[in-house]
Structure formats: C-alpha cells, structure tokens
C-alpha cells in the first residue's frame, strides 16, 4: 500500500466545489461536499475532461462538457453519454484539519469497468 501524498490545503477548495491537483504526476479533483471530502481522477471517462471544472452536487460531480455525473463515493456515471467509471482515491485531513492528503496507489479504490461508450 502506497502513502499518503500532499495534495492541497483545504482553504484552497470551497463548499460544494472541486479543485485539480497534480499528485504524482496524476491529475486528481479533490472535491469538497456537504458529505466530506473527496479524491476522484480528474479525467471524465467519456470526454477526457476535467472534472474539477465541473459542478458539484451532493456527493456528484458532473462534467461541464457533456453533463455525465459521477458518484465521488464510488466513481460510477449517473448519467449518460459516461459508460465507463472513473477511478477514486483515499483521501483524508491532516495537520490541524487544513490540510488534504490523498493515496495515489497503483491500484485505486475504484477502478474503470470496462464496459463500451
């Protein structure tokens, strides 16, 4: 199991919104909700675009470009054109709770079905 990776200070990601980190060389939305804190890759399964542009919805987040939501707790569309799932990470606060870290580890919580667009 890999470590936990600095990823940004909460400050820096409003309620109810996402922001793009590069951990690792891999970009990853960090996405602050009513629910807590999120890490999903920051690369929608249908377009290839950032998520972290996107709006955040409860725990959703949905691509600015052709409106496929996501499930931040699972990475599973919730709307089409997405077919495919996109990957999560383990993330968590630290320091005095102003800080986010997120485990970027070769195998994600979730990982993409490989189902067809």
């Known amino acids: 199991m890999s ?3 600095e990823a940004c200070l909460l400050a820096d990601v409003a ?3 996402a922001k793009r980190v590069l951990i690792a060389g891999r970009p990853i939305a960090v ?3 009513d629910e807590g804190l999120f890490a999903i890759d920051d690369r929608c399964s249908h377009a290839d ?3 972290a542009e996107g709006e955040v919805d409860g725990c959703a987040i949905e691509c600015w ?3 496929s939501a996501f499930d931040l707790r ?3 569309p919730l709307s089409p054109p997405a077919m495919m ?3 999560i990470y383990a993330v968590r606060v630290v320091g005095d709770g102003d800080a986010a870290v997120v485990q970027i580890d070769p195998t994600p919580i979730s990982t993409p079905n490989r ?3």
């Open 85 to 87: 799932s996109v990957p």
């Open 15 to 17: 309620p109810r919104s």
């Open 115 to 117: 189902g067809t667009q």
């Open 31 to 33: 996405v602050n909700t």
């Open 74 to 76: 699972t990475g599973a």
């Open 3 to 5: 470590e936990f990776l």
């Open 49 to 51: 675009v950032s998520l």
């Open 65 to 67: 470009l052709h409106g």
